[in-house]
């Protein structure tokens, strides 16, 4: 089966950078996103999961919610199976859990209804 573990997050200060990791390890089991887009969302307390970043399968397009554009890189890496958010000059409302998630084809998925694997979330936290 697929399985998304993502890594990375922790406590960081306003402006400060950090990079999120997702290792798809399903490659094992046959079952690898590798062919598939993939993204992050994220999820505030109180608040609906929403899209950041989604790339296609081949890395060749990506996308990004509006609030982060210009701050956030999404990329892959497809000889370490691992996918990548880049997140720099972050803000207190960047402040979520964010999830690697996997689409049901080869495009980037941008909603949940087009994601078919989700990781258990990583923590982001924002001090002002």
């Known amino acids: 089966q697929v399985q998304l573990v993502e890594s990375g997050g922790g406590l960081v200060q306003a402006g400060d950078s950090l990079r999120l990791s997702c290792v798809d390890s399903?490659?094992?089991?046959?079952?690898?996103?590798?062919?598939?887009?993939m993204g992050w969302f994220r999820q505030s307390p109180g608040k609906e999961r929403e899209f950041v970043a989604g790339i296609s399968w081949n890395g060749a397009y990506t996308s990004y919610a509006d609030s982060v554009k210009g701050r956030f890189t999404i990329s892959r890496d497809h000889a370490k199976n691992t996918l990548y958010l880049q997140m720099n000059s972050l803000k207190p409302e960047d402040a979520a859990t964010y999830y690697c998630v996997g689409g049901r084809g080869a495009v980037m998925p941008t909603t949940p209804s087009g994601v078919t694997a989700w990781g258990q979330g990583t923590v982001v936290t924002v001090s002002s």
């Open positions: 399903g490659r094992t089991s046959g079952r690898s996103l590798s062919n598939n887009g």
